[in-house]
């Protein structure tokens, strides 16, 4: 797998459209790219064929969004994202989407949903709807999110519990 765009373009000329082409486990070089490369190499490989956003490897049925979203590449999950916006909605085989990786790694979900609608006028409707999508067992990316980080979790809920705005201050400072 070739680590810089042009190195790419030069192989996918050469041999052909591997974009679909995949390993023993399902990964496909997007997979690879989305989770070790540069966000130019990831670029690349979507014009070349952005359908290779949609494919889910074989253990895990993860797509390259999710394996991006997994590593906490948010610049990688965007350019992903801006070339195939509802691939958003694929899930893998435990029913996690975008958000609950973004959550489980750094990101609350409104934050995710705020850098992923920055580049555009209008918000994506289809990633403000995966903020209450249980996965299979039932776990939003909130619970995720707030499973991982418990003090910001209980801070969260005395600020909404508390309905007062002076708390709000305090819970930026904190957090």
Known sequence: ???D???TKIILKKKGNLTKERDEDGHTPLHYAAHKCCSSVVEELL???ASAAYVCDRKLGMTPLLMAARQAHLQKSQKIHSFCPD?????DNRGWNLLHFLAFRVYPPRIAIYFFTLS??????SIRNLMDWKDALG????QVYDAYRPRIARARKSFENSGQKEKKAKLIVHS
């Open 120 to 125: 555009r006028k209008m918000e994506c409707a």
């Open 5 to 7: 765009a042009e190195a």
């Open 139 to 142: 776990i939003t990316p909130h």
């Open 87 to 91: 691939c958003c909605v694929k899930v």
């Open 47 to 49: 014009k070349w064929d």
């Open 1 to 3: 797998m070739a680590e």
